[in-house]
């Protein structure tokens, strides 16, 4: 299991120890968010007003913004990829189970005939055998 601890800082940051490979990747996309929206983003937060007398994003801002996005395209991607993975083993895994169902249901149908027809024939012997001993019995007394 993976081990994960966590706890509230004053200032609000979220101290993380993580040791699975995928959660490291996690927290490295939500530092370069968080480090986004803290330095990059702010513009976001003025009046539209102030936002039209402002030039464009700098290249510095661009190419952050650019890194962010590659970042989480890697993780998503990687992510979306194992989730379809999973849903597409998930699905073969259900159809082999349904095909395995219904020959198990055939398998015991074949089974109920078959200790039908040896109880059948078991009665038929022994009655058969009870008429033989009754026959034996009327020859021997008679």
């Given at each position: 299991?993976?081990?994960m601890?966590?706890?509230?800082?004053?200032?609000?940051?979220?101290?993380?120890?993580?040791?699975?490979?995928?959660?490291?990747?996690?927290?490295?996309?939500?530092?370069?968010?968080?480090?986004?929206?803290?330095?990059?983003?702010?513009?976001?937060?003025?009046?539209?007003?102030?936002?039209?007398?402002?030039?464009?994003?700098?290249?510095?801002a661009?190419?952050?913004?650019?890194n962010?996005?590659?970042?989480?395209?890697?993780?998503?991607?990687?992510?979306l990829?194992?989730?379809?993975?999973?849903?597409?083993?998930?699905?073969?895994?259900?159809?082999?189970?349904?095909?395995?169902g219904?020959?198990?249901?055939?398998?015991?149908?074949?089974?109920?005939?078959?200790?039908?027809?040896?109880?059948?024939?078991?009665?038929?012997?022994?009655?058969?055998?009870?008429?033989?001993?009754?026959?034996?019995?009327?020859?021997r007394?008679?």
């Amino acid at each position: 299991m993976n081990a994960m601890t966590s706890e509230k800082l004053p200032s609000e940051k979220i101290e993380t120890t993580v040791e699975d490979p995928n959660l490291a990747a996690v927290s490295e996309v939500e530092a370069g968010i968080r480090d986004f929206v803290r330095n990059d983003v702010a513009y976001l937060r003025r009046s539209p007003s102030m936002l039209a007398t402002e030039p464009a994003l700098d290249a510095s801002a661009e190419a952050t913004v650019n890194n962010v996005n590659s970042l989480i395209q890697r993780v998503a991607g990687t992510s979306l990829t194992e989730i379809e993975n999973l849903v597409s083993e998930l699905e073969a895994l259900r159809d082999l189970l349904h095909s395995e169902g219904q020959r198990v249901q055939r398998e015991i149908s074949g089974y109920a005939q078959l200790s039908q027809a040896a109880m059948k024939s078991t009665r038929m012997i022994a009655d058969n055998v009870a008429q033989w001993k009754r026959t034996a019995d009327g020859l021997r007394n008679g």
